[in-house]
């Protein structure tokens, strides 16, 4: 089982943008926690203990404390400041030990490909079932040492034990490739140089005739 992390809150009874500036201004983030038909609680989370729960993990698992109870819940969603990023809101979704939750996960390219290649990366992201107390942080592709012409599929993916994705098993999901030369590119700076060097085969004949008709 993933450990969750404690986050410090308290339950809220001012609601409004108004609301939600005084909460942030002393150091607290406004969020909900919903799921299991229970009924919306809104809460309010200390920004500090948060802003560390979630920076690498989109998918944090926190405990919460709800009418004296603990709760496990996911982090659903993030509302983050367009200029500051700074996190305005969260919504919060209660979960329970061996429970199949449906969550979007990123791609983590690991290692170097063969001397020569580049990689493409062609989805960033994959949506995965998992038990809401194992969902892996992302899913690593290792492309060490793999020459051109490597394809990595959607069916090629270790997810780990207990994960499972309904995507499709052909979707491509990264790629090693020789990089292409952009040939229009030299043809152009060819060019250039040609007509820079008959520019000045033209200007030193001219220098030479005018020397012989003094």
Do not use: C
């Not at 200390?46 to 709760?71: C, I, M, P, S």
């Amino acid at each position: 089982m993933v450990d969750s992390v404690k986050l410090t809150n308290t339950v809220r009874e001012d609601f409004g943008k108004g609301a939600a500036r005084r909460l942030r201004r002393a150091g607290q983030i406004p969020a909900v926690i919903y799921g299991h038909g229970a009924e919306t609680i809104h809460i309010a989370l200390d920004a500090h203990e948060t802003f560390l729960a979630v920076r690498y993990n989109q998918n944090a698992l926190v405990t919460v404390t709800v009418n004296g109870k603990d709760q496990l819940a996911l982090v659903r969603d993030i509302q983050r400041h367009p200029m500051t990023w700074d996190i305005e809101h969260i919504d919060l979704i209660g979960v329970r030990a061996g429970e199949q939750i449906e969550v979007t996960v990123p791609i983590t390219v690991v290692g170097e490909p063969a001397p020569g290649t580049v990689v493409t990366t062609d989805l960033l992201t994959v949506t995965i079932m998992a038990d809401a107390t194992m969902i892996p942080e992302s899913i690593e592709v290792d492309v060490e040492g793999k020459e051109a012409g490597t394809q990595v599929r959607i069916a090629d993916l270790a997810l780990g034990e207990g994960v499972s994705t309904e995507m499709d098993p052909e979707d491509l999901v990264v790629s090693v490739l020789v990089p292409q030369v952009d040939t229009s590119l030299e043809e152009a700076d060819a060019e250039a140089a040609e007509e820079a060097a008959g520019e000045s085969g033209a200007e030193k004949s001219s220098e030479g005739a005018e020397e012989d008709s003094e």
